[in-house]
């Protein structure tokens, strides 16, 4: 199996960085048990789309058993944007879309369907959080029900994980940050359409929203 898509900090976002804050990172550590590893979208449908999603399976794996043993939890996000027939993002499904191409999205990720199920290869376990957002967002009120699922665990770091780098996983971090949770987006266990893209959306969240760091990194940083 291919590596996982690389990110590299471009020099002009060291430099701007390193001027606003004084270093390049913003946490030092995650305690572990105020810790969710958040995996977005890692669904039959995205990933059986997006090729690059494949390799980042092992490292999401390993994540998992790394932040269940430290005492963290595991979050496993779905995008759930039809029912019973019925879009619930018309606007999205509407205008972004060819009609064939918007109808086969919101029905593939309807409750039920093949496509909304976590890819097999996943090692979810029954005591993992399970969330589902309709939106970009695994954070938007009203939208997504992972926020109160993460207080009730008295969480307030979260790494995320997933796919697609630049759109829910990008979206999710800095609506996190937001919410004031400290945020790290994990550079090897998120993927892409498009390398470019991939780094893209790490790019942004490093300067603004939170860490971007590798998964060794990640697991060596928590304390348990």
Same mark, same amino acid.
């Given at each position: 199996? &291919?590596?996982?898509?690389?990110?590299?900090?471009?020099?002009?976002?060291?430099?701007?960085?390193?001027?606003?804050?004084?270093?390049?990172?913003?946490?030092?550590?995650?305690?572990?048990?105020?810790?969710?590893?958040?995996? +977005?979208?890692?669904?039959?449908?995205?990933?059986?789309?997006? %090729?690059?999603?494949?390799?980042?399976?092992?490292?999401?794996?390993?994540?998992? =058993?790394?932040?269940?043993?430290?005492?963290?939890?595991? %979050?496993?996000?779905?995008?759930?944007?039809?029912?019973?027939?019925?879009?619930?993002?018309?606007?999205?499904?509407?205008?972004?879309?060819?009609?064939?191409?918007? =109808? $086969?999205? $919101?029905?593939?990720? #309807?409750?039920? %369907?093949?496509?909304?199920? @976590?890819?097999?290869?996943?090692?979810?376990?029954?005591?993992?959080?399970?969330?589902?957002?309709? $939106?970009?967002? %695994? *954070?938007?009120?009203?939208? =997504?029900?992972?926020?109160?699922?993460?207080? &009730? $665990?008295?969480?307030?770091?979260?790494? +995320? #994980?997933?796919? =697609?780098?630049?759109?829910?996983?990008?979206?999710?971090?800095?609506?996190?940050?937001? @919410?004031?949770?400290?945020?790290?987006?994990?550079?090897?266990?998120?993927?892409?359409?498009?390398?470019?893209?991939?780094?893209?959306? *790490? #790019?942004?969240? *490093?300067?603004?929203?939170?860490?971007?760091?590798?998964?060794?990194?990640? @697991?060596?940083?928590?304390?348990?």
């Amino acid at each position: 199996m &291919a590596a996982a898509q690389s990110f590299k900090v471009p020099g002009y976002v060291a430099e701007r960085v390193t001027k606003k804050r004084g270093r390049l990172r913003i946490f030092d550590h995650f305690d572990a048990v105020e810790s969710a590893l958040v995996v +977005i979208d890692m669904q039959k449908f995205y990933v059986d789309d997006v %090729a690059p999603a494949l390799e980042i399976i092992p490292a999401i794996n390993r994540l998992a =058993a790394g932040f269940r043993a430290r005492g963290g939890v595991v %979050a496993w996000v779905s995008m759930t944007v039809g029912k019973d027939g019925q879009s619930l993002w018309p606007l999205y499904h509407d205008n972004f879309f060819l009609p064939e191409q918007g =109808a $086969r999205h $919101r029905d593939q990720l #309807t409750e039920g %369907a093949d496509g909304h199920r @976590l890819h097999p290869d996943l090692e979810a376990q029954a005591g993992d959080i399970y969330a589902s957002k309709a $939106r970009f967002s %695994a *954070f938007l009120p009203g939208k =997504a029900d992972l926020h109160e699922q993460l207080v &009730a $665990r008295g969480i307030k770091n979260v790494a +995320i #994980t997933g796919v =697609a780098t630049n759109f829910c996983c990008e979206t999710s971090a800095r609506d996190a940050m937001m @919410l004031d949770y400290r945020v790290a987006m994990v550079w090897d266990a998120n993927a892409a359409r498009y390398p470019e893209d991939h780094q893209i959306g *790490f #790019t942004t969240v *490093f300067q603004s929203f939170g860490d971007v760091v590798t998964a060794d990194e990640m @697991l060596d940083e928590m304390l348990k």
